[in-house]
């Protein structure tokens, strides 16, 4: 059983294009990410919830939304797609709050804006 | 603001000892985590650090110094399926962030 698994693996898509991917976990996690990762290979937050509260919004263009309609689930929609919005989009997730917590990671989007 | 440094690459001979240096300066400072990455695959938990000292897990280990803001990771008996990039990354005083390096992508020879 995938513990954090996302869909699409991989995304091809043109300019202006809106576009969504999907994120469940099947830990019981409070808490679930979306990480960015850059062809220079930089893990940057994007935003996380928790128990579908969100509690981390970075600095992202408005053109991203996230979406968490349970805790098992954190989508993430993309409006009017850029060229540089071309990376790799990991999903997360935690126990929960607490400082030692680690994350599990799902396997990745590659998103390619053409 | 939070910086996190790492060397970009290393290469290391099958069966040798590699050593990945991170140092840090956040604001603020609640753990560090270092993770392994395989080309195309999800970053995996490695080790957990909050206290000073060496943590030992397996062929594996890492150290913090949280005073000197650096923390290493100790590859022993490298193995070819260790050829991965490591991920250093710190809790910082904004709740529960993960703030990522940009990773080490070490090479393990024949």
């Known amino acids: 059983d995938t513990a954090v698994s996302q869909t699409p693996k991989y995304l091809v898509t043109q300019m202006g294009n809106d576009k969504s991917i999907k994120c469940e976990q099947n830990?019981?996690?409070?808490?679930m990410y979306w990480y960015k990762q850059d062809s220079k290979k930089f893990l940057k937050i994007m935003f996380s919830?928790?128990?579908?509260?969100?509690?981390i919004n970075e600095t992202v263009p408005n053109r991203f939304s996230p979406k968490s309609p349970d805790k098992a689930h954190l989508n993430l929609h993309i409006n009017s797609l850029e060229l540089g919005d071309s990376a790799v989009y990991f999903c997360?997730?935690?126990?929960?709050?607490?400082?030692?917590?680690?994350?599990?990671f799902g396997s990745g989007t590659r998103l390619t804006v053409v | 603001g939070q910086n996190i440094d790492q060397p970009t690459e290393m290469t290391a001979t099958e069966g040798a000892i590699v050593q990945i240096n991170c140092t840090y300066q956040?604001?603020?400072?609640?753990?560090l985590f270092w993770y392994q990455q395989h080309a195309g695959e999800a970053p995996t938990f490695l080790s957990y650090?909050?206290?000073?000292g060496l943590e030992e897990k397996g062929r594996f280990s890492s150290f913090l110094s949280r005073s000197k803001g650096y923390s290493y990771l100790l590859l022993k008996e490298l193995q070819m399926k260790d050829s991965a990039s490591y991920l250093c990354?710190?809790?910082?005083?904004?709740?529960?962030?993960?703030?990522f390096g940009g990773g080490t992508r070490v090479l393990v020879k024949p």
């Open positions: 650090n909050v206290l000073d």
């Open positions: 919830y928790n128990n579908k509260e969100l509690i």
């Open positions: 990354a710190v809790k910082g005083a904004a709740g529960n962030k993960l703030t």
């Open positions: 956040t604001s603020g400072f609640n753990g």
């Open positions: 997360a997730s935690s126990p929960g709050t607490a400082l030692s917590y680690g994350y599990t």
């Open positions: 830990l019981g996690h409070d808490t």
